[in-house]
Structure formats: structure tokens, C-alpha cells
């Protein structure tokens, strides 16, 4: 007899449009005979409560959701400090936290394989510290600025369900408020100080649904890879869409580094503070300290990175184009990457 999963399952995520997903998920676990008790998620939060009750119960958690319930659990089975086993399926709007670890987007299925074939390893993950001292863990990407406003915007219409969540919308509204402001980014070996309406803090590479905000992030190194943001909010919503297949960065307003803590605080106090967040989830203004944990913690995760594999299907070819273009103008920025396309030779 196997040991059954706590399945801990967002109902409204994704608005709640993903309840024959969620149906397929159960079925495709059953053909695999995986043995489950489903704990649905009745509140903000609560995914945190019922993992952390699973895993002192002894049971290893499956979060069901989207990236919120992906981060929620994750707090969960951390605080109750009993090392059980974490694996995901992704049903949600985002995808990026599952990603992070390897699973790709696009395949319940396969999702379920996974769980069934029961493979684990170690990944690194994210602490991110507010100024109450209040301490959360994190996969994907921590960041203060206009992008967290946005999540925040967001999030605040959709937990209120004032009619239909509009995510350009707000976007829109955002745009056109937002004025960027001075920070200090104090790293391992350097400190950066100046204007910028952004900072990325990535254990893992993409937020947003895809979007490459840190590209050359990673779960095994144990570091955040950092992007300073010092483009004004429009021309940066304008560059969205080349962060999905790579090809945003190298930007001459964009300033990245490599370190294991990070410090973001105001330089100015006259400046409102700018709101962080993680993996989707507001944690409070600046000053956020963040750590990285070197192999933080144990999950259920394909061997092979097979996110990149469906990033390669989708967008290999624009980015090893890219990747060409840059070598062509002399930058080696891509080079020490360790996905390049198959077709591309150093
Ligand atoms: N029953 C519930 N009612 C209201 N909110 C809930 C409920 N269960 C969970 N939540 C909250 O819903 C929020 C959104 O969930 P989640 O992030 O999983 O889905 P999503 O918004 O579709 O995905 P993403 O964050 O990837 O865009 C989370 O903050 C979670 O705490």
C-alpha cells in the first residue's frame, strides 16, 4: 500500500475556470494509482494551514493551483519542519513556480507522471525578510517596484471580486502612476544606489506567466541572480513580450548581478515605499532582506529540466537567433548559459 498525497487545492484560482482540469488531474493520478485525500483551500492563506496539518499528519503535499497556492504550500511544509516530500500540478493562471523546478506548463499529465514516478531532488529556494521581521519562502522571483504594484493591483481585484479580474487594466492604470524612485541594493560583494522602477530578485528565472525577468536564474546554484530595472514603466510594458522568449536582456538600463543576500531599501524618505512581493503574493514595502538557501529543500521533480524543454518547443528558435544576433554585435552574454539551443555552436 503507497502513502497517500494530501492534494491541497485552489478552487478560485485561475477564477475558478479550471474545474475539468482539476477533474483530469484526479483521474489521470487514479490510471497511475497514486492514492490522494483532496483538501480544498476555503481562503487566502489557508493552503498554508492545511499543508503544514498534512505534513505533520505524515502525508507528502501535491499543491494544486497556481503560483499563490504553489508558494503557499511550500510555507506550509517549511514551517512545519518535518521534511515530507513537495511536488505540484499546475492549474492556475500562472505557471512560473512548478517551472522553476522543472515541470512544464503545459501538461497535467505529465504533472501527474511525475508524482507517480515519485523522483525527488533538492532545489534552492528564496527567504525573503519585510521590515516586521515577517520571513517567507519563495521559488520563483521576489521583486519591489512597478511590477509589484501591478501584482498588488491585481491580486486586491481579484480577491474582492469586483467583477472580472482585468489584468491589462490595471497594468494600464499602473503605467501612468507610476514614478520610480531611489533605492540601495546592497549585495554580497557591492552596493548599487540610483533610480530604478524595479528589482528582480530570481531563484527562479520567470514570473508573470513566462515572462524571463532574471533569464539566467536557476534552482542549482545556489544564488539570486538580481535585474535592476531603470527603464520608465511604458517603454518597459512595451519590452514585455521579448522577456517571454529571452530577449530582453542584455539592456544598457537593466544592471545584473549574482549574490546570496540581498538588502532593497529607500533611499529617500519622503518617497512612498515601494511594495515587494513573491511568487505573486505581497509581503510588505521596503526595507526586504532576501537569503538564498542552497538546496532549501526536497521536491518531487523531473530529473531533466523539462520547463526548458517546452521553453526550447516554444521559443527556441527566436532565442537562438537572438543569442546569434548578440555574438554578431560582440556580446558573450548568453555564452556561459547553461540551456542554449541544441542548433547554436560557441
Ligand atoms: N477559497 C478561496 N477563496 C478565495 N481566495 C482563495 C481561496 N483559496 C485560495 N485563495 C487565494 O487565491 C489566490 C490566488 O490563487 P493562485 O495564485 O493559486 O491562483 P491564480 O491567481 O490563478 O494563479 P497565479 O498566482 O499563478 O496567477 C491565493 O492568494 C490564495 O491564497
Request: charged share 25%; net charge positive.
Amino acid at each position: 500500500m503507497t502513502k497517500d498525497y494530501a492534494i491541497i487545492y485552489n478552487p478560485v484560482a485561475a477564477a475558478g475556470k479550471l474545474k475539468d482540469q482539476f477533474n483530469f488531474a484526479l483521474k489521470t493520478l487514479d490510471k497511475l494509482n497514486v492514492s490522494y485525500q483532496i483538501f480544498k483551500t476555503e481562503h487566502f492563506q489557508h493552503a498554508i494551514d492545511l499543508s503544514l496539518d498534512a505534513a505533520k499528519d505524515g502525508l507528502d503535499v501535491i499543491g494544486v493551483g497556481g503560483d499563490g497556492t504553489c508558494n503557499e504550500v511550500l510555507n506550509g511544509v517549511i514551517k512545519s519542519n518535518t521534511n515530507i516530500l513537495l511536488g505540484f500540478i499546475p492549474i492556475g493562471s500562472g505557471m512560473d513556480i512548478p517551472g522553476a523546478i522543472g515541470i512544464r506548463p503545459d501538461s497535467i499529465k505529465r504533472a501527474c507522471e511525475i508524482i507517480a514516478e515519485r523522483k525527488t531532488g533538492k532545489s534552492d529556494i528564496g527567504l525573503s525578510i519585510n521590515a516586521h521581521n515577517d520571513q517567507r519562502y519563495f521559488l520563483g522571483i521576489g521583486s519591489q517596484g512597478f511590477d509589484a504594484e501591478v501584482t498588488k493591483r491585481t491580486n486586491e481585484s481579484l480577491k474582492s471580486r469586483k467583477g472580472t479580474q482585468n489584468y491589462v487594466l490595471t497594468v494600464l492604470k499602473t503605467v501612468f502612476k507610476f514614478k520610480k524612485r531611489k533605492i540601495r541594493v546592497t549585495l554580497d560583494k557591492e552596493t548599487w544606489e540610483g533610480m530604478a522602477n524595479l528589482v528582480a530578485v530570481g531563484n527562479g528565472p520567470t514570473y508573470g506567466g513566462w515572462m524571463y525577468m532574471c533569464p539566467k536564474a536557476n534552482v542549482h546554484d545556489g544564488m539570486f541572480h538580481i535585474s535592476i530595472i531603470d527603464i520608465a514603466s511604458l517603454p518597459l510594458l512595451i519590452n514585455f513580450n521579448s522577456m517571454y522568449s529571452r530577449n530582453f536582456q542584455p539592456h544598457k538600463k537593466v544592471f545584473e548581478f549574482v549574490s546570496k543576500n540581498v538588502k532593497i531599501e529607500m533611499l529617500n524618505n519622503e518617497d512612498v515605499p515601494y511594495i515587494g512581493q513573491i511568487d505573486g503574493e505581497i509581503i510588505g514595502n521596503l526595507p526586504i532582506t532576501y537569503k538564498a538557501l542552497r538546496e532549501g529543500y526536497e521536491f518531487i521533480q523531473p530529473m531533466e529540466n523539462e520547463a526548458e524543454q517546452w521553453f526550447q518547443e516554444k521559443h527556441g528558435k527566436k532565442f537562438a537567433k537572438y543569442v546569434n544576433k548578440l555574438r554578431k554585435k560582440g556580446s558573450s552574454y548568453y555564452d556561459d548559459f547553461m540551456y542554449l539551443p541544441k542548433n547554436l555552436k560557441i
